[in-house]
T-cell receptor
Framework: KAGVTQTPRYLIKTRGQQVTLSCSPI?????VSWYQQTPGQGLQFLFEYFSETQRNKGNFPGRFSGRQFSNSRSEMNVSTLELGDSALYLC????????????FGEGSRLTVL | QQQVKQSPQSLIVQKGGISIINCAYENTAFDYFPWYQQFPGKGPALLIAIRPDVSEKKEGRFTISFNKSAKQFSLHIMDSQPGDSATYFCAASTRGGADGLTFGKGTHLIIQP
């Protein structure tokens, strides 16, 4: 069974640009969560989607958004990029979000110059 | 406000020894406490998890001890092996994880052969 797939794995952007990251969950998983990982702040929850609905959102500015499609694939978008947005963005899928077992992808490493 | 405090930041243990990582939380509404293991270049992987209705859970060489009154939980790795060298994160959540995981800052564990 394929794991969580994230694309692209690496990307470089400049300040002010926007970026879209993609996540394909494990087949059958309907919940997708996004996390930001930085050396300073660690792992921080961005948002969680279930059946195309955003159910929870972390403490991030409105520049961070996401969506989920009917096939459970998810995208997250960051607009007006800032240097501080440089991070590893991790997607995780879950069969049942209430069990808490998240399966993480390897992440998309974003560098903002 | 850091809701989950993890210590130590780094830990060196001899092969065959016991590795102990501690976490403390503040939010009494947390009802799910997982531990994740992350290798360089990989996403975090669920190691073991516990809910507050039990004080201890063991899976192979990994044990979680949970003290609800002290709002603390810890991970014990018995017979530590060089392959256990990784970064370990404790986390906590309400509603079994559906509200997003709050992670500790991580412990970089090195097992010396």
């Amino acid at each position: 069974k394929a794991g969580v797939t994230q694309t692209p794995r690496y990307l470089i952007k400049t300040r002010g640009q926007q970026v879209t990251l993609s996540c394909s969950p494990i087949s059958g998983h309907r919940s997708v969560s996004w996390y930001q990982q930085t050396p300073g702040q660690g792992l921080q929850f961005l948002f969680e989607y279930f059946s195309e609905t955003q159910r929870n959102k972390g403490n991030f500015p409105g520049r961070f958004s996401g969506r989920q499609f009917s096939n459970s694939r998810s995208e997250m978008n960051v607009s007006t990029l800032e240097l501080g947005d440089s991070a590893l963005y991790l997607c995780a899928s879950s069969l049942d979000p209430n069990t808490g077992e998240l399966f993480f992808g390897e992440g998309s490493r974003l560098t903002v110059l | 406000q850091q809701q989950v405090k993890q210590s130590p930041q780094s830990l060196i243990v001899q092969k065959g020894g016991i590795s102990i990582i501690n976490c403390a939380y503040e939010n009494t509404a947390f009802d799910y406490f997982p531990w994740y293991q992350q290798f360089p270049g990989k996403g975090p992987a669920l190691l073991i998890a516990i809910r507050p209705d039990v004080s201890e859970k063991k899976e192979g060489r990994f044990t979680i001890s949970f003290n609800k009154s002290a709002k603390q939980f810890s991970l014990h790795i018995m017979d530590s092996q060089p392959g256990d060298s990784a970064t370990y994160f404790c986390a906590a959540s309400t509603r079994g994880g559906a509200d997003g995981l709050t992670f500790g800052k991580g412990t970089h564990l090195i097992i010396q052969p």
